[in-house]
């Protein structure tokens, strides 16, 4: 009873809060890596880059949808694991968002010690600061797994094609950018990734990261209590 008090008294966010906080810190984020990726040590040559082609493609980056820039031709490994960072910062955000939107409308818990965490709040269904903290966790680490994993089995691809740090790098690349469905390669060509066209073993690893992040970890764990 007196764990059911307290957990009662834990300040409970609603949806739109959740939202309003995370657009403000995902919006600090993007513009410190637009200052950073408009100085030259981002940049192949030490030049700096047009920063409409650098807002594009960080705010693409964050999206998973386009950009003007290609991170094999015109970035720097600083500007290319800079170029990551907000794409995992972005699919991360995505899932987390996503995820805890549809506990609240459909008034879903991922185990039962945790529904205890859903209240109502001025007519609006919302969850306590403590249970969204832990859902975050189960998704970071569910995050974590499904890269790792990707990026050992990409990186063992690359290297036999290439030294070994340079595989490990193209394996969390194409790791991250899979699992986040952003598209972002570092062929230099602009053909994608069409040039591994005819490796099973990569297009296996890059379509299970793919589908892995677009189901995300609340249908996954709802597969694995149902056992259905």
Known sequence: M???????????????????????????ILAGVVGLLS?????RGDRRLPLDDVILSVFGAFSGTYATLDPERDLSFAGQALILAVI????????VGTTLVLMILRGLT?????????????????L?????????????????????????????????????????????????SSFCNAGFDLTGSGL???????????????FALVQLGALSWLVFSDVWRRRR
């Open 88 to 95: 995992q910062i972005g699919g991360l955000g995505f899932m």
């Open 192 to 206: 994608s990734i069409v040039p591994y066209r005819g490796s099973v073993v990569f297009h296996a690893v890059v």
């Open 110 to 126: 991922p185990t039962p010690s945790l529904r205890a965490g859903l209240m109502i709040r001025d007519g609006s269904p919302a």
């Open 2 to 28: 007196a764990t059911q008090a307290a957990r009662r008294r834990r300040p409970a966010h609603s949806a739109r809060e959740n939202a309003v906080l995370f657009l403000g810190v995902s919006l600090a």
């Open 39 to 43: 100085l030259p040590f981002a940049s």
């Open 128 to 176: 306590s600061l403590s249970d969204a903290i832990d859902v975050s966790r189960r998704i970071l680490r569910f995050i974590l797994v499904s890269e790792t994993v990707g990026t050992v089995a990409l990186a063992a691809w690359f290297s036999a094609r290439m030294p070994l740090h340079e595989a490990i790098w193209q394996g969390a690349f194409y790791s991250v």
